[in-house]
Nanobody, 116 residues
Framework: QVQLVESGGGLVQPGGSLRLSCAASGVISRPNAMGWYRQAPGKERELVAT???????NYADSVKGRFAISMDYASVSVYLRMDSLTPEDTAVYYCRQDTNYGAIYWGQGTQVTVSS
């Protein structure tokens, strides 16, 4: 069973930066992709950024140019660098792994709050 643990969330002022990390355990084979999603209060969970095992990245329009996703292939960890944060980025951020055998795993989430 794959377990994903996010860290790095917190309170930051508008314009600030944070780096989220997602550590994976129980991985038995390389995943097809990993990604970050977020859910704000009263809203649906939405894609933030994904990265494939081949290194191809995809970003939500709202975060393009501000966020950067990366992966450590050895440890199957994924990171999200977030710059120029705005209050609209406030949400619980979830890590997701899409395995090469059809299963999808989620982390428990980490809170990001952007406020002055």
């Amino acid at each position: 069973q794959v377990q994903l643990v996010e860290s790095g969330g917190g309170l930051v002022q508008p314009g600030g930066s944070l780096r989220l990390s997602c550590a994976a355990s129980g991985v038995i084979s390389r995943p097809n992709a990993m990604g970050w999603y977020r859910q704000a209060p009263g809203k649906e969970r939405e894609l933030v950024a994904t990265i494939t095992i081949g290194g191809r990245t995809n970003y939500a329009d709202s975060v393009k140019g501000r966020f950067a996703i990366s992966m450590d292939y050895a440890s199957v960890s994924v990171y999200l660098r977030m710059d120029s944060l705005t209050p609209e980025d406030t949400a619980v951020y979830y890590c997701r792994q899409d395995t090469n055998y059809g299963a999808i795993y989620w982390g428990q989430g980490t809170q990001v709050t952007v406020s002055s």
